[in-house]
């Protein structure tokens, strides 16, 4: 593509490196920009460059945080007798979002995966075996998607965690809500029949 | 959303005024700068930032450069009997990766919208008709998208063309590269066949 300014070619390469945005759709966000306000711009680099200096990992779940330790590990009211587990900061968004989760998490940053080299000592495992024992915990709930990736990392977390006395569960399969049966696959529906819970019980 | 950092909130808002970026795709976006090192993040706000602060419009044909006069205005090489009237800087970016045109160009910046409020003064016409008469140009090339709005652009810059001695000519309508005949609208087959033109000429 021929660019009739450097500048803009600059920018469009920069934005060309964030995920799923092409070259097209790169020029026209620059082009975007280029008719809006300055401060337009401004703000979003002020707010990029902030976010990317300030953000924090909370120490206790990994989980982002704009303090040492996260708004739900400090938060009194929350329950610690769970303790949600999951692969990315996106499912405590996720999971946060339903208001039906009131518990711990730990963020993993990641799932087990040979092809793409990640071994359990690339995950925040060891730190979630530590803090077991001095907390109040006595249920984890493994919240990680049901694929070969996901699936491996649960089946490694439930060696690691015998352990401990502890009960341990994961979020129900099952036929999505508002989801047809004649559509559902076969894998899910036939747990969601196996796993079948008393009518109206939610 | 509830976000676990206001930082990643004030970002993805940010992010979301982009054309085309929701609220879950701008959160992709930050998480994954997140995970880049932090000189991604510095450069791509600091290519923004350079971009909207210091590119310029070209005078002349109002295409954006990084100069007072474009690279293509101040090009020895182009023909200057060819003007090319283009409604956006996209489309003199499309056509010149064509390589199939030498001329200049003018950018209007729009094109005529009753609806969107868009009328010839909001466009750059006048500087079109101020341009010509001390210019070499022979030939209009009106290259203006055959919508609704680019056809009442290109009639009305044709009724204010009418006193120059020039040749008014568009870009060809016909049956795309690599298109299906069973599959072309009527209207554009039906052009196809009227404008015909001597087989294996090009």
Do not use: W
């Amino acid at each position: 593509m021929n660019f009739p300014s450097k500048l803009i070619e600059n920018a469009v390469e920069e934005l060309a490196k964030l995920p799923g945005v092409g070259r097209k759709t790169a020029l026209r966000l620059a082009l975007h920009l280029l008719k809006e306000e300055t401060e337009e711009t401004f703000s979003l680099a002020e707010a990029l460059v902030k976010m990317r200096t300030d953000v924090k990992h909370c120490k206790t779940c990994h989980n982002i945080s704009d303090t040492e330790i996260c708004d739900i590990c400090s938060n009194p009211l929350r329950d610690k007798s769970v303790l949600c587990v999951v692969s990315d900061i996106r499912d405590v968004i996720a999971i946060e979002n339903t208001s039906q989760y009131k518990g711990l998490y730990h963020v993993l940053g990641g799932v087990i995966s040979p092809i793409e080299g990640i071994g359990p000592s690339d995950l925040h495992i060891d730190s979630l075996l530590e803090r077991l024992p001095a907390s109040e915990v006595r249920e984890i709930l493994l919240a990680i998607s049901p694929t070969m990736e996901g699936d491996t990392t649960g089946f490694y977390l439930t060696r690691k965690l015998r352990d401990f006395d502890l009960r341990i569960t994961t979020i129900a399969r099952g036929v999505p809500v508002g989801g047809e049966l004649e559509y559902t696959d076969e894998i899910t529906l036939g747990r969601s029949i196996v796993e079948r819970t008393a009518y109206g019980k939610v």
